[in-house]
C-alpha cells in the first residue's frame, strides 16, 4: 500500500510539473485526472496531504501550485543569440541559438538577451572570452554603464560615457584604446542594450 501510494505522489509531482511547464499554470483536478488516468476523487485526496505537507498550494478552483510551479512562475526566459565583441566591434547578434531560464529577482524586469562574450577588452571587470553576459534591452544607458553599442552596424560592448557631441565607449583594460564616436558618426551609434549579469565558468 504504501508503494502505491508513494507512486501515485510521483505521478502527481510529474504532472503537475510538466503541466506547468507547457501551460504557465498549474493544472486543475479535471486536467490531472484526464492527464494521468486517476481518478479525481483520488486526486483530491492526495493533493490535500500535499497541501497539509505544505508541498503544494491546492484549491479546486484556483488549480495546484508547488514549489517548482513558483520558481518558474518567479523566473524569465532569455533567448541566447551569437557573439558580442570586447575588443572592435563586429558583426551584429543575428540568430537565437538557444533560450534559457533565469530567476528574476537575478534580473529584475525588463527585456534580457544573452550575448557570449569575445575578446578580452573587458577583463578588468570580470568578462572573458567565452562568459555569458545578460542585457537588459533598452536604447539608453546612464553614464558608466555597460552597454552594447552598435556603431556603424557593427556591435561592441563597451562602458559607456556621453559628453558634449560625443560619447566615449571606454573597454576595461589598458591595451586598449577608447572608442570616440562624434560628428556624422553620431547617427550611427545606438545603444542595444545594458548588461546586468555575468554568467561564467569557474577557471
Known amino acids: 500500500m504504501r508503494r502505491k501510494n508513494e507512486e501515485i505522489f510521483r505521478v502527481l509531482r510529474e504532472f503537475i510539473n510538466s503541466y506547468y511547464l507547457e501551460n504557465g499554470r498549474g493544472p486543475s483536478t479535471r486536467d490531472i485526472e484526464a492527464g494521468t488516468g486517476i481518478q479525481r ?6 493533493l490535500q496531504a500535499m497541501k497539509d505537507n505544505g508541498e503544494i498550494e491546492y ?23 551569437g557573439t558580442v565583441k570586447c575588443g572592435a566591434p563586429n558583426d551584429p547578434f543575428v540568430d537565437i541559438t538557444e533560450t534559457v531560464r533565469l530567476p528574476r529577482s537575478w534580473v529584475g524586469d525588463g527585456d534580457f538577451y544573452i550575448l557570449e562574450a ?3 577588452s573587458m577583463k578588468e571587470i570580470g568578462i572573458a572570452p567565452g562568459d555569458l553576459v545578460v542585457i537588459r534591452r533598452q536604447d539608453t544607458a546612464a553614464p558608466g554603464d555597460v552597454i552594447v553599442a552598435m556603431v556603424d552596424g557593427e556591435t561592441t560592448l563597451k562602458r559607456f560615457f556621453p559628453e558634449e557631441g560625443r560619447v566615449v565607449l571606454h573597454p576595461e583594460n589598458a591595451d586598449y584604446e577608447d572608442i570616440v564616436v562624434e560628428g556624422e558618426g553620431m547617427l550611427r ?8 549579469k555575468i554568467i561564467k565558468d569557474i577557471r
Open 41 to 46: 476523487i483520488t486526486v483530491q485526496r492526495y
Open 59 to 81: 484549491g479546486e478552483r484556483r488549480g495546484t501550485r508547488n514549489a517548482f510551479a513558483k520558481t518558474i512562475a518567479e523566473s524569465v526566459m532569455v533567448p541566447c543569440y
Open 118 to 120: 569575445d575578446g578580452d
Open 189 to 196: 551609434f545606438t545603444i542595444q542594450g545594458v548588461a546586468v
